[in-house]
């Protein structure tokens, strides 16, 4: 599975914004995806993740109820829909697939994911 994240840009506090990760081969919808994102000086977090089938979705604590991740496996594409935006969240975000097919437990752990984008710059200013 190979990964490519689109979408970032500079936004102010409080905008929104959606990435895309689109991927390649026709294997996508057989695994869960994940997105992380990594702050200037910091490890890399987990923000979101999504089972194989789209029936379930998941969220780091900073971003609940202010994140949504979803996928379209006809389009071999996951979406992260980022509302409410904070100078906190400025970061490369990397999407990545699950080291498994058809995994039905939740991924927040980087090792947990084998394939990753190569990451897209969102920036919000105060």
């Known amino acids: 599975v190979q990964l490519q994240a689109s979408g970032g840009g500079l936004m102010q506090t409080g905008g929104s914004l959606t990435l895309s990760c689109a991927a390649s081969g026709r294997t996508f919808s057989r695994y869960s995806m994940g997105w992380f994102r990594q702050a200037p000086g910091k490890e890399r977090e987990f923000v979101a993740g999504i089972k194989w089938s789209g029936g379930s979705t998941y969220y780091g604590d900073s971003v609940k109820g202010r994140f949504t991740i979803s996928r379209d496996n006809a389009e071999n594409t996951v979406y992260l829909q980022m509302n409410s935006l904070k100078p906190e969240d400025t970061a490369v975000y990397y999407c990545?697939?699950?080291?498994?097919?058809?995994?039905?437990?939740?991924?927040?752990?980087?090792?947990?994911?084998?394939?990753w984008g190569q990451g897209t710059l969102v920036t919000v200013s105060s």
């Open positions: 990545a697939a699950d080291r498994w097919m058809y995994s039905d437990t939740p991924k927040y752990l980087e090792y947990e994911y084998a394939y």
